[in-house]
């Protein structure tokens, strides 16, 4: 009968430790990825609910948006909150119950970098806007990137909802 041979005996010194580095490539992969996660990925599109339908485009031009005007301001834990502010008068001959408006922010280069769709007219604050009505509005965004370029959001009607 033949004698085993044993493997070979070899010391705990002349191992290579792996574990450290991929602790060490594993932890860089994970801050890497939240990283793009949290500042670089492209944010949620919002499907466009609610189109304007031929009926509302048509009623546009009796919307007119008056006194706009945009603040920034700090809140008290050192966020920027800005607001914008102004006036929709409805110039047609309908009630209307919601009027929603889309913000189109962009940066230096032109290219958007937010579009953010907000209701202006609600008829559970105030009832509908009559014809020939008034109504102030506020839009807060605490949520701009820092790439936006300061400037005043292009500001579309996005949908409008008649009174019956």
């Not at 048509?58 to 909150?81: C, F, I, P, W």
């Not at 102004?86 to 962009?106: H, M, P, S, W």
Request: one cysteine or more.
């Amino acid at each position: 009968m033949a004698a085993r041979a044993s493997p070979p005996k070899v010391s705990p010194e002349s191992t290579p430790s792996y574990t450290p580095v991929a602790i060490v490539v594993l932890i860089a992969l994970l801050a890497g990825g939240l990283w793009w996660w949290f500042f670089l990925r492209p944010g949620p599109q919002p499907a466009e609910t609610n189109p304007l339908t031929p009926e509302m485009k048509a009623y546009v031009r009796n919307l007119k948006l008056s006194g706009v005007d945009m603040k920034a301001r700090e809140d008290y834990v050192k966020h920027m909150l800005v607001e914008i502010t102004g006036d929709i008068t409805n110039q047609g001959d309908r009630a209307l119950k919601r009027v929603e408006i889309t913000c189109v922010f962009y940066d230096p280069y032109g290219q958007v970098v937010l579009r953010q769709r907000l209701p202006i007219v609600r008829s559970s604050a105030g009832g509908a806007l009559k014809p020939g009505g008034q109504r102030s509005f506020r839009l807060p965004f605490d949520n701009l990137p820092e790439s936006w370029n300061q400037g005043m959001p292009q500001m579309v009607i996005a949908y409008i909802e008649f009174e019956n």
